[in-house]
């Protein structure tokens, strides 16, 4: 909450700039603006694209039909951390230096929007992820300032005070007021009632209810606090990013046979779009919403792991989050389409004409560039976008604004109908217009073009704080698989185990273990013995994975993985997971809660007694998309 010096500071520059004006617009014409953002949110989940006939977006279709939805609407990169420090600075995060996750936090140096605005007269508000904090993967930054002078500990054991915190936290990056967190923890000065907290932010741990809804009524209670006079408020959705997680309010609207991964997604968009509904109608009673400036964006594209396997809810790391990209080619962590380009509206019943949809290509960077200038600041260079109005007013000049991107080994320019794109030695040339999937390269063909957008990108990359990661051509063993897949090229590694283990690697305890040209099965079960198992010694994972196991068992029953790390002399009580076991032939999978950084000594499967065999003709452990270990009897 605002100090009271702070809020007499805030009312002579509203003064200010209600004498001078700015734009053609008063001070007290100056908008309130939100920006909602959500987290892997594919492009095709969006009611008013037309594309999937099972998403239920009425409120977002609305507000498309008052405003302007852009079919080309671009985030700066195709993963959660760099795209976050893109909208919130205004400019291509890798200027200062934040190209991919391993690079947070952003510099407290970066002037970013919200502190912008506050030199305005605007009252800034965050609700939700921030995600442009330290945290326990922040590498480079530990070994400098945490950890400096001391040995990095695994992931798990790493802690960072809040004293090294703060100074990244939202309460330092422009917000006067956040409430700032995922689920059921975070970080605020106000609460979902409206009430305030300490001024420089404490602990809240709300009620366990839909995630999504308590993030609405912070948001909601922000608007309260702070309507009349200029406002700007970043909603930042925890969804459908994974965990998935839904309330029967939501998941009931949603029948009929589907992958349980893609109803929770459905169910968790539905959320963010009652959300928005709530909050137009707010906006609407408190006769703000003609003069309040609305953007929804997407962070990224889905993370399809290749399949979307619809895997346990269980499994709460990485996997298909259920959205979808369709027709786009690609998913998250890649610079094809379908990794960048996403849901994207704009509505400002005072200013925009309602009922627009527009093909031109537009940016994230350019919701700073925009706001900054409606609120009557100078231009500054450090902005890297454009003033989405005037694209919109000349089409012809926003299709000659380069938009640019460069991610791991990967690097990328949309230039009007044309996208080059480089993945290590690969190269590619689409025309979007003719083939948004991306399937027909013209690399070859369009020589001339290829060499204009080639040379576009290389002026870009020069004065980028890191050097390219592709500049060698190698790209790193996910990317690798990306464009096997997506893209049909020889890239040198086959999306497959990266080991193959022997049969013998198991061992049998209380059970007599056999293999034939059938598969590996269990018989003669010792019946006296409290649990039968086998046991494979020395893995290491260090990270969240899934078992699978592809089986037979002639009993229904229950199962059980137990696991022993290198650390622990003894099994842990809570080192296990069960699992029900069904009779007959079934795949089964099983989430295995791995400590980052840490050795399996012992993994066990405890199989239930049955009389007859249990046979066994697969066991693979896989995450984020990759098998990481597979047993084939």
């Keep these: 909450m605002l100090t009271q010096n702070n809020s007499i500071v805030r009312t002579c520059l509203s003064l200010v700039f209600y004498l001078t004006g700015s734009l053609g617009l008063l001070a007290d014409e100056r908008p309130n603006v939100i920006v909602v953002f959500t987290d892997d949110h594919g492009w095709a989940d969006l009611g008013i694209h037309g594309v999937r006939e099972d998403i239920q977006t009425p409120h977002l279709d609305a507000m498309a039909r008052d405003g302007v939805v852009f079919t080309s609407g671009y985030i700066t990169a195709p993963q959660c951390i760099p795209s976050r420090a893109g909208i919130i600075s205004g400019s291509y995060q890798q200027s200062f230096g934040v190209d991919d996750n391993r690079f947070s936090p952003m510099p407290e140096a970066v002037l970013t929007v919200p502190e912008r605005l506050q030199k305005a007269g605007y009252t800034t508000g965050m609700v939700g992820k921030w995600h442009l904090d330290p945290n326990v993967a922040s ?112 998941l009931s609207r949603f029948s009929g046979e589907m992958p349980e991964r893609r109803r929770y997604a459905l169910a968790m968009i539905a959320a963010i779009d009652d959300g928005v509904g709530r909050i137009r109608e707010q906006l609407r009673e408190f006769g703000e919403l003609d003069n309040t400036l609305i953007f929804f964006i997407g962070d990224n594209g889905a993370p399809l792991k290749f399949t979307m396997e619809d895997l346990p809810l269980s499994f709460k790391g990485g996997a298909w989050d259920g959205s979808m990209n369709t027709p786009l080619n690609g998913e998250k962590g890649m610079l094809a389409e379908g990794g960048i380009r996403v849901p994207y509206i704009l509505s400002w019943p005072k200013r925009v004409a309602p009922g627009q949809v527009l093909d031109v290509p537009v940016s994230s960077l350019d919701v700073g560039t925009t706001v900054v200038e409606l609120a009557g600041l100078p231009h500054d260079e450090a902005l890297h976008g ?89 790209l790193n063993d996910q990317e690798q698989r990306f464009y096997s897949f997506y893209f049909g090229v020889d890239t040198g590694l086959e999306v497959k185990a990266k080991h193959v283990s022997k049969v013998d690697d198991w061992i049998a305890r209380n059970a007599t273990l056999r293999t034939d040209d059938q598969g590996l099965y269990l018989s003669d079960f010792h019946r006296k013995a409290s649990k039968a198992f086998i046991t494979v010694n020395h893995l290491s994972i260090g990270l969240e994975a899934m078992l699978r196991l592809h089986l037979s068992a002639s009993e229904a029953g229950v199962g059980r993985v137990e696991i022993r790390y290198r650390s622990e002399s003894l099994f842990a009580p809570d080192s296990y997971v069960d699992f029900d076991l069904p009779a007959g032939e079934n795949t089964v999978a099983v989430t295995l809660p791995i400590k ?38």
């Design 139 to 250: 590498e480079e930054w530990l070994a400098g300032n945490t950890y400096q002078g001391k040995s990095m500990p695994p992931q798990n054991e790493r802690r960072i005070p809040l004293e090294d915190l703060l100074p990244f936290k939202t309460g330092s990056q422009g917000f006067d007021e956040f409430f700032e967190g995922y689920i059921y923890n975070y970080w605020a000065n106000f609460d979902v009632d409206g009430d305030s907290l300490k001024p420089t932010g404490q602990h809240v741990r709300t009620e366990e209810v839909d995630r999504l809804d308590i993030q609405t009524e912070a948001a909601m209670a922000f608007i309260d606090r702070n309507h009349g006079d200029p406002f700007f408020l970043y909603l930042s959705y925890f969804a459908p990013h994974v965990p998935l997680e839904s309330t029967e309010k939501y």
């Design 596 to 633: 980052p950084g840490q050795i399996l000594e012992h993994l066990r499967l405890v199989l239930p007694y049955a009389q007859q065999s249990i046979r066994i003709r697969s066991i693979d452990i896989f995450s984020d998309g990759s098998v990481l270990h597979l047993w084939e009897f």
């Design 386 to 474: 454009e003033n989405i109005l005037d694209l919109m007013e000349d089409p012809v000049a926003a299709n000659q604004r380069p938009i640019f991107w460069r991610f791991w080994g990967q690097a990328a320019i949309r230039l009007g109908d044309w996208k080059y794109l480089r993945a290590g030695d690969h190269e590619f040339l689409f025309n979007l217009t003719d083939d948004i999937a991306e399937q027909n390269n013209l690399i070859a063909t369009r020589v001339e073009k290829a060499n204009e957008l080639r040379a576009l990108w290389a002026r870009w990359n020069a004065p980028l704080q890191r050097p390219f990661q592709g500049a060698t051509g190698v």
